[in-house]
């Protein structure tokens, strides 16, 4: 089975800083990693996507992240927080196996971003 | 294009009745998703339909939940005598063929009294 494990429920960085915000995971094959973020009463929308090409990846609005094998590990990063980057951040692997399509997501972590 | 839609957005019902929730999913996925969110949690796994048929419905939690896909396109979930701890949000996402990229739509607040 797989599963995924967000480091910090709550993360806060000024406008302007860099934005870290930790995933691993945990993956008896090959996994696909996902970030999505979440805004406020809306639903989820895909950041980026890590599908075994490029272990850096490049999403939207200047967020990427790196796969590490050997960390097990898909940390999302943005150099230069904005304001409208306030939200919750949701890790999710994906692993086909038998007839099972599912994300497994983390519980997430809310970014605040200080003015 | 038009994305994933899901009605109603808000839904408030007694414990002990009966809800339908409905997605919408983008014309031409064929793969589709249903997850529940608790306050504060990630989203997860219901049930999930290949076409017609429910491929996976490891996800749901006890015999009142139930799905049903019988055209292939538009999703219904069905929850029988709900209880206050079915209160969640309830994500419906698709996928193209081939594709392990998942489209959410807004999601249905469901609240048990």
């Known amino acids: 089975a797989q599963s995924v494990t967000q480091l910090g429920s709550h993360v806060s960085v000024s406008e302007g800083a860099l934005v870290l915000l930790r995933c691993n995971y945990s993956?008896?094959?090959?996994?696909?990693l996902f970030w999505y973020v979440q805004y406020p009463n809306q639903g989820l929308q895909l950041l980026l996507k890590y599908t075994s090409a490029a272990t850096l990846v490049k999403g939207i609005n200047g967020f990427e992240a790196e796969f590490k094998k050997s960390e097990t590990s898909f940390h999302l990063t943005k150099p230069s927080a904005h304001m409208s980057d306030a939200a919750e951040y949701f890790c999710?692997?994906?692993?086909?196996?038998?007839?099972?399509?599912?994300?497994?997501f983390g519980s997430g972590t809310q970014l605040t971003v200080l003015p | 294009g038009a994305g994933v839609s899901q009605t109603p957005s808000n839904k408030v019902t007694e414990k002990g009745k009966y809800v339908e929730l409905r997605c919408d999913p983008i014309s031409g996925h064929t793969a589709l998703y249903w997850y529940r969110q608790s306050l504060g949690q990630g989203p997860e796994f219901l049930i999930y339909f290949q076409g017609t048929g429910a491929a996976d419905d490891s996800g749901l939690p006890n015999d009142r939940f139930f799905a049903v896909r019988p055209e292939g396109s538009v999703s219904t979930l069905k929850i029988q005598r709900t209880e206050r701890g079915d209160s969640a949000v309830y994500l419906c996402?698709?996928?193209?063929?081939?594709?392990?990229?998942?489209?959410f739509g807004p999601g249905t607040r469901l609240t048990v009294l």
């Open positions: 999710a692997v994906s692993i086909y196996s038998g007839s099972a399509r599912q994300l497994t």
């Open positions: 993956s008896s094959v090959p996994p696909y």
């Open positions: 996402a698709s996928s193209p063929p081939g594709s392990r990229e998942q489209f």
